[in-house]
């Protein structure tokens, strides 16, 4: 993504793992959405991919969490770590092979939904205080 300077760490990892990686060079947006939504996990320094991520249940690791902190927060906030964690790029390994072990438990996807739940019940209250009605 523009400005992310993601290009440099996703090559070498390409280059390293090609059998298991894939990159979308794509500018378009539903391209990249349907990539992510494929995947079986999901590394990256990008909010949007990380909120794009986590919207169709996919594990997410958010890369130098200590410069882009927006990440990190929303990791944090909204992803359970069984599915969603932050790591700076030399721990991303065994962030990787530690949510890929997690993907296969139905813990983790109950959780996941709990989340979603709780996600959902947050925007319909913020909802009802900048409108001051109930919206359900």
């Known amino acids: ?9 996703l090559n070498k990892i390409s280059k390293k793992i090609p059998e298991l990686s894939t990159r979308v ?5 539903f391209e990249i959405m349907y990539a992510i939504k494929k995947s079986k996990i999901y590394l990256c320094t990008s909010l949007h991919g990380a ?3 986590y919207s169709f249940g996919v594990p997410h690791i958010g890369l130098m969490p200590t410069r882009v902190v927006k990440l990190k927060e929303f990791i944090s906030t909204w992803s359970d770590p069984s599915y969603g964690v932050c790591s700076e790029v030399d721990g991303m390994c065994a962030a990787t092979l530690l949510l890929l ?3 296969s438990s139905k ?5 996941m939904n709990e ?6 019940r947050e ?5 009802d205080v900048v409108c001051g ?3 359900r």
């Open 133 to 135: 009605v109930g919206i």
């Open 107 to 111: 813990n983790v996807v109950l959780r």
């Open 25 to 29: 060079d794509s500018g378009n947006v």
């Open 115 to 120: 989340n979603i739940a709780r996600m959902q």
């Open 123 to 127: 925007i319909y209250r913020s909802l």
């Open 101 to 103: 072990n997690n993907i």
């Open 1 to 9: 993504a523009a400005g992310h300077l993601d290009d440099v760490p």
């Open 51 to 53: 909120i794009t991520a």
